[in-house]
């Protein structure tokens, strides 16, 4: 396992506590979960498929909204949690993924600045989403809080790639993906809204 999984692994018993007890952590998340819920989107009886989904934060907001919801990670550690949270996993990487149905929206919230091949994940995205379907992705921004997130990241042997908002768009439109909305979610993150085209 590379040592990026190692890291998710060590701490996924803490990330929740982390996001609880940590006032840094906590005012992110609060502004990040306010970015998300401010897209006030209809869940009930939708599919949502949540990629590098962690402890399940976004997924269980999901599934209260009445979604069914698939959470996908490649930490071992991270689908533990998720089970305990009565979730419905998939223990896999988004490189590996391949599953025969799709879905209504797509999720990656954090997850894919971790991905060595970006077009991998929107590839992925493209073959697991519906018609009309959208991709709603979490994303550091560039610049200054973006290199400093990047820069944590690397001295945590954790290596993130952060590229602009013209090359995100960019990747997302050569796979069919056009942006529908882009909001600012925090401090260090975009929140993009994808829709794939009829
Ligand atoms: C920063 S956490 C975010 C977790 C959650 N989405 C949230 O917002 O709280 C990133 C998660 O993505 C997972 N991840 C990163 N790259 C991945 C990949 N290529 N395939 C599957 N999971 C991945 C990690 O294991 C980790 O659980």
Not at 56 to 79: E, H, P, R, T, W
Not at 87 to 97: G, M, R, Y
Not at 167 to 172: C, D, G, Q, S
Request: glycine fraction near 6%; hydrophobic fraction near 40%; include cysteine.
């Amino acid at each position: 396992m590379s040592r990026q999984f190692e890291f998710f692994d060590h701490h996924a018993a803490n990330y929740d506590l982390k996001m609880k007890f940590n006032p840094f952590w906590r005012l992110i998340k609060y502004k990040e979960k306010k970015a998300f819920l401010l897209l006030s989107i209809s869940l009930l009886d939708k599919s949502v498929l949540d990629l590098g989904s962690g402890t399940g934060f976004y997924a269980n907001i999901c599934k209260d909204s009445g979604a069914n919801v698939l959470a996908v990670d490649k930490s071992a550690q991270m689908i533990n949690i998720l089970e305990e949270k009565k979730l419905k996993t998939k223990h896999t990487s988004i490189e590996d993924l391949n599953l025969s149905e799709d879905f209504d929206f797509i999720l990656a919230m954090g997850s894919f600045e971790f991905m060595p091949n970006l077009k991998i994940g929107f590839n992925k995205v493209f073959k697991h989403l519906k018609k009309n379907g959208y991709f709603i992705l979490m994303y550091p921004r560039s610049g200054f809080t973006g290199w400093l997130y990047s820069l944590i990241h690397t001295f945590w042997k954790c290596p993130s790639k952060i590229i602009s908002t013209q090359e995100l768009i960019k990747v997302a439109n050569d796979h069919k993906l056009i942006l529908h909305s882009n909001y600012s979610a925090g401090a260090i993150n975009n929140l993009y809204v994808f829709k794939k085209k009829a």
